[in-house]
């Protein structure tokens, strides 16, 4: 009703039903007795992605493709590198938890290795806010755990093999420049690989010894004071150091805010990237998305119409699609209350987990949901499937785990079918739009292949006009495969009938124009 782009606004309302489906799933079959049945999938699955993302990086003539100058960071398969840092530091705070609260041994074990090459991995993003969101979700894990000392053992134990398999790797030349050579990168990158798997293998047999030390030790008030103690004094001295090398807190401000709004520049070196505060542009999509916002302080101006936006107003040439920040874009897209709703619902699964800060899977699961609500404050988490799907895992959950005084929620049948009807209307809407999708991609696989078969995607473009009527996508790829085999006029009249449908799409305009 209010949207200045209909074609995308309804994929966003697409995505949504997407997490929808997921979460709903999710809690119809979660309890508080299977979460750490889902935390040990959950970490698996992140291993394993994690496993064969860094592969194609210390394997890189074995897996994958080598381009040293622009996508030399770590980002397959995801195909972000900034969305596969937060996926792998997700899950090494998954793994910490395990490490430090499962009661199976070889679970314990597993999880320390996995915690060495999902390190390395985060590590070979070169994702700056993948890093600083780890030490937020690891900080508020240690704040919530009542058990916080035993947790900051486990951290101890599996971090020291993990920061040396990190360490071996950031001392690579090779796998941390831009400018490498294939051979070079295939030489280091084995050995890495080599040093990676011993480390991890390490990090497996200390969490055995620790295991084996808590079950024939307890450690009495005195000892666990002066860890306390040990660690306070730690924790003080490298914030102090940390603060003397950058000049003071003052110099400290001043330094990320001037980083962080000037130019990015080009680095070579991807190892200094992490050292520095630029915000790689975000500073200009903020204050774009703030004037989307103030354009239209009510509603906003519908989902997934940022890119229209920016595209229109963009203070410099920029190719972008979301504001890189998933509050800011919501605000500007859909109002107060449009992030009101978000918030609230982003924000349940952590009050949540106060109520159930004393179950020993709680930390593990908290910490990795603050890692993505954290770092999707800065970037495009949100569209990424594969990374907020992980988070809302996580987020059933914390929910899973407070304890409740009334038991599991009794339905009647009424409800029972009420909410059948409503599954089934939103699959069907979801099915709609899955046909019409499908349709369109295939038009524009057909048109943009090296062979372009225009008449069937023709074809396609009609049977997606069928499927998504709303939309004027269909009859932009009409008109383009009306263009590419030469019809002229029927391609304007297709162009003028996707304008009637969205008037204030440039695009369209342009294409006519054409």
Known sequence: LWTDNSVHTVLEGLRILAYLGAASALLLVVRRETVPALLRGLLAAMALVSTYGLATRLFPDRLGTY??????????????????????????????????????????????????????????????????????????????????????????????????????????????????????????????????????????????????????????????????????????????????????????????????????????????????????????????????????????????????????????????????????????????????????????????AVGARGHPFTAGAFGAYVAYVVHAGVDWDWELVGVTVPALACAVALLALRPTRSGPLALGPRLRIAGVATALGLAGVAFVGLVGSSALEASIDAAEATSPDYERAEDEARTARSWARWSSEPWQRLGEAQYGRGDVAEARASYRRAIEKEPDDWLLWFRLAE
């Open 67 to 352: 381009d040293p100058i622009s996508t030399y960071r770590l980002s397959e398969p995801l195909g972000y590198w900034n969305g596969f840092g937060i996926f792998a530091a997700m899950g090494a705070v998954l793994a910490l938890g395990l490490v430090a609260r499962d009661r199976n041994l070889a679970v314990r074990c597993l999880a320390g290795a996995a915690f060495a090459i999902l390190l390395t991995t985060v590590y070979f993003t070169f994702s700056r806010g993948a890093v600083i969101s780890l030490a937020i979700a690891l900080v508020a894990a240690f704040v919530l755990d009542p058990r916080r000392l035993q947790l900051a053992a486990a951290l101890i134990v599996v971090g020291i093999p993990s920061a040396i398999a990190v360490l071996i790797g950031s001392s690579s030349d090779a796998l941390t420049r831009q400018d490498s050579p294939l051979s070079a990168a295939t030489d280091q990158g084995r050995e890495v690989a080599l040093a990676v798997g011993l480390l991890a293998l390490v990090a497996a047999g200390a969490v055995g010894v620790l295991a084996y030390v808590e079950r024939r030790w307890a450690p009495p008030q005195i000892a666990r004071r002066g860890f306390a103690v040990v660690l306070a004094v730690l924790a003080l001295g490298g914030l102090t150091a940390f603060l003397v090398r950058v000049g003071g807190p003052v110099d400290l401000v001043e330094r990320v805010h001037n980083e962080f709004t000037n130019p990015p520049e080009q680095r070579v070196d991807l190892t200094r990237h992490l050292f520095t505060f630029s915000g790689s542009g975000r500073a200009e999509f903020w204050e774009q998305a703030w004037n989307q916002y103030t354009a239209n302080p009510g509603l906003g101006s519908g989902p997934g119409t940022y890119e229209q936006y920016w595209y229109e107003h963009r203070p410099f040439r920029y190719v972008l699609r979301d504001a890189h920040g998933l509050y800011i874009e919501t605000l500007a897209e859909l109002g107060p209350l449009g992030l009101a709703f978000l918030l609230v619902a982003l924000g349940v699964p952590l009050v949540a």
